[in-house]
């Protein structure tokens, strides 16, 4: 009876329709401050070298098909010679002073935010996704890890009292597709804090930004093979993290090709650190403020059209307030300004890649096939691009592959739950274990809930906050090791008497 | 030998058949044998769930170090045992406040303490001299008391409060790791156990220790001195039984969170325990080592089997 009586509440409530009356005025972002070459080269030793290999492939911008650019494709001999250049620059630069490593940290800080918007409207068309969050989110987050460990770099002592931190040499860094230039930035500035040099791959559909990081490197006036960036496909990554020449392997990316490196690593005795996939619970209370819980939600799966590892992928609504929540989540949703990343008003933009577009539309007609209840937002989507609607699948069975695979889009699995014992045992219910979210009203209940979910980053009242000062990383099978915060340099440290790695 | 002054080893050999007819004809004569009872030999259990099993398998085998006892041979069903144990060990164990946790380990050194002689005789039995057996019992208590005392400052050592951009109260703290299986070297037979396993209980963690295989009694021992503790059941279980044979199952098991493995990294073990993800992790000492309390008592050792949990929550009216 309760549950039909906030179902006549929540259909009664009256609804302004603004969607057909008017229209958002375009407010593209403009690009006539920066060009982008049409080729770009390897940057090893601190210069642009062409591949060994004397390939290239293009790059695209998702939005519309467009080639962007082409890069180089990076063989065995290149990776190689990436390896090389950095193990030449390790000695100098891991005896450089702290002092020193931490100012040329703080410089490329400093350029990266003087080149703000250059690096937001490259990382939009390059990767599809909107202008407002790169400018929000994407470059003000990278420029502030390269501060933030800048300062590490002359307090290791303070870190870690009594020992003598010793860098470990030269890091392979594997990075996805999803935030390129802020990946880039996770992995190479705790990287060079402790001493270490770096051959970083970036993704092979979105190399454009750390390319131009490798501008402010030589701005910033690094010292040449202290950081190579070596663009190419999976296989190209492959070469890398199975080099002899490195001390660690640091990779963000899919658990299958993460377990797949542990493996080509194994035995050599070297660092491995794995930022995986994740399929994150998302629990609301019938105590929770719903209306901020819905904007979390949204937050939670549309932010980056869901392309993001620690997206909360699977809704877990209170039985008694589901109906009143989805119902407010669609007209929400309805609403997500879907098109054009570079226009300013655009909340979420393209699909990465027509491989990416293919595997989500393949997870949907699972969820669709296997009885579960889709809900799309009519929204217009462009003719060119890759493009997808936000999306809701309600009836959703623990089961189904949408509650279990990772989808990487804009696609959330809402299920239910009755008791606090029962979201955990769901919630958990996974064999990934990146992050978590919870709403509820109620404190006592939030630290329990949070004690008991297995996972790296547990968002509370709030979701998808993300700071350098701030550990990142999963438990299980969503990897080991962490980003940011001072237990993320830890990684990228030796201390004597410790244990060997696999 | 009539004034032999440790007369427990004689009677083990007395048991064990390995006197001579004309030594115990000697001993009678000097009346040390005939005021005995029938000597009653120990018959070496594993330790799963805080219970005694034998292997289900039926199987034993002769240790190197004294191949007249037989020890059970664990088989794979055994581990499958010993991790279901470990995983209703581990909500008690990690539900337990660090505080009780150190006390309850600090009672595992006492428990050493009043065993001493048994647990000598263990070390013994494994092929040391009285000397060597002594120290080694030393250095366990030693350690297992620094542990003790470590469980409840894991969580300020190595979590943190975090200063974040925007109104956020945020903050990371540690969590054990989960299951975590430990093959322990050959030798130490009694500290090799303890130095692995010691770290993992501290951050937390069960486990599921296959201890020495040449030299296994101090190491199965171990559960008898956990069993009057008040180490919660499954907290620790102990498996012995062939390494080469056991270790290639610890690393495939899907339900083991972290591997521990005595010896140098092997990259069969890490490529099947990267099937689930496992944290892995090898100690390879030199004997010199192995018998430095300080070598084997470090935070170091914890942190490769604790994960990091951030929490964030709004700072609002």
């Excluded at chain 1, 440290?493 to 244990?499: E, I, N, Q």
């Excluded at chain 2, 000597?39 to 005694?52: D, E, H, I, N, S």
């Amino acid at each position: 009876m309760a549950k039909n009586g906030e179902k006549q509440q929540a259909t009664g409530t009256p609804e302004l329709v603004f969607g057909g009356v008017w229209k958002y005025d375009p407010a593209p972002e403009s690009t006539e401050h920066f060009t982008i070459a049409p080729r770009y080269e390897l940057f090893v030793g601190g210069e642009w070298k062409a591949p060994k290999t004397g390939k290239y492939f293009a790059t695209i911008d998702p939005a519309t098909e467009k080639p962007l650019s082409e890069v180089a494709l990076a063989g065995d001999k290149d990776v190689d010679a990436a390896v090389k250049a950095a193990q030449k620059a390790f000695p100098a630069w891991s005896k450089l002073s702290g002092e020193d490593r931490g100012r040329y940290l703080f410089r490329i800080a400093r350029i990266l935010l003087e080149r703000a918007r250059e690096f937001a409207c490259l990382e939009t068309l390059d990767n599809g996704k909107p202008i407002k969050e790169t400018r929000d989110v994407d470059v003000p987050l990278a420029a502030q890890h390269f501060f933030y460990h800048a300062g590490w770099a002359d307090k290791l002592d303070l870190l870690f009292p009594g020992q003598t931190p010793e860098p470990l040499g030269v890091i392979g860094q594997v990075i996805p597709w999803n935030f390129p230039l802020l990946m880039a930035a996770w992995k190479i500035a705790p990287a060079l804090a402790a001493g270490n040099c770096v051959v970083l791959k970036p993704a092979e559909t979105s190399p454009l930004t750390a390319l131009r990081l490798c501008e402010v490197f030589q701005q910033a006036g690094l010292p040449a093979g202290v950081v190579n960036i070596i663009t190419g496909d999976g296989k190209t990554g492959a070469a890398l993290v199975r080099h002899p020449g490195l001390a660690k392997v640091a990779f963000t990316g899919s658990t299958e090709v993460g377990k797949e490196i542990q493996r080509a690593v194994a035995g050599r005795g070297i660092e491995l650190t794995l930022e995986l996939g994740g399929k994150a619970a998302h629990l609301v209370f019938e105590d929770a403020a719903i209306d901020q819980a819905v904007e979390g939600v949204v937050r939670g799966i549309f932010f980056n059209q869901g392309h993001v590892c620690c997206a909360g992928s699977r809704l877990l609504v209170q039985e008694s307030v589901h109906d009143l929540f989805v119902q407010k989540l669609q007209r929400r949703m309805a609403r997500i300004r879907v098109g054009n990343p570079m226009d300013k008003n655009t909340d979420m933009g393209a699909i990465h890649s027509a491989a990416q577009l293919a595997r989500i539309r393949e997870l949907v007609a699972a969820g669709v096939e296997g009885g579960a209840n889709l809900h799309q937002s009519a929204c217009e989507l462009p003719k060119k691009g890759f493009w997808f609607p936000p999306s809701l699948f309600t009836e959703v069975a623990m089961s189904h592959r949408i509650a279990r695979e990772e989808v990487f889009g804009p696609v959330l699995a809402v299920l239910t739950f009755r008791t606090p014992e029962e979201a955990v045992e769901k919630a958990n219910n996974t064999s990934y274990g990146l992050s978590a979210g919870i709403w509820t009203d109620k404190g006592a209940r939030i630290l329990w809930l949070a004690e008991r979910m297995k996972a790296g980053v547990v968002w509370n009242n709030t979701y998808n906050r993300f700071d350098a000062a701030s550990p990142f990383g999963g438990y299980k099978e969503s990897g080991f090791g962490r980003e940011g915060g001072r237990q993320g340099l830890r990684a990228y440290v030796r201390l004597a008497g410790g244990l060997l790695p696999g | 030998m009539a004034k032999d002054p440790a007369p427990i080893s004689f009677i083990q050999d007395v048991a064990r058949g390995r006197v001579s007819s004309a030594r115990l004809r000697r001993r009678h004569r000097c009346g040390t044998v005939s005021a005995m009872p029938v000597p009653v030999p120990k018959t070496y259990k594993l330790f799963v769930g805080g219970k005694f099993p034998r292997s289900e398998s039926g199987r034993s085998f002769q240790p190197t170090s004294n191949p007249a006892i037989n020890v059970a041979r664990g088989s794979r069903k055994d581990l499958r045992d010993a991790v279901v144990a470990a995983r209703a060990g581990l909500a008690v164990w990690s539900g337990s406040a660090a505080y009780l946790r150190g006390q309850i380990l600090y009672r595992l050194a006492e428990m050493l303490e009043s065993r001493r002689d048994a647990m000598q005789r263990e070390l013994q039995l494994g092929g040391l001299s009285a000397p060597l057996a002594k120290r080694e019992l030393d250095t366990a208590i030693s350690l297992t008391i620094w542990y003790a005392g470590l469980c409840d400052k894991v969580q300020s050592l190595l979590g943190s409060q975090n200063a974040v951009q925007g109104p956020f109260f945020n903050f990371s703290m540690v969590e054990p790791t989960g299951v975590v299986g430990v093959i322990a070297p050959d030798s130490p037979s009694l500290v090799g156990v303890l130095a692995l396993t010691l770290p993992l209980l501290a951050g937390g963690n069960s486990a599921v220790v296959l201890v020495s295989e040449s030299a296994p009694f101090a190491g199965l021992a171990l559960g008898e001195v956990c069993a009057s503790s008040d180490v919660p059941a499954g907290a620790i279980n102990v498996l012995s039984g062939l390494r080469s044979e056991l270790a290639p199952q610890f690393a495939s098991h899907r339900d083991l969170d972290g591997l521990l493995v005595a010896g140098a990294p092997d990259a069969a073990l890490t490529q099947s325990a990267a099937d689930n993800c496992k944290r892995v992790r090898f100690c390879y000492l030199s004997a010199a080592d192995w018998s430095k309390v300080e070598r084997l008592r470090s935070l170091t050792w914890v942190e490769p089997f604790v994960e990091l949990k951030t929490l964030w929550h709004p700072v609002a009216q």
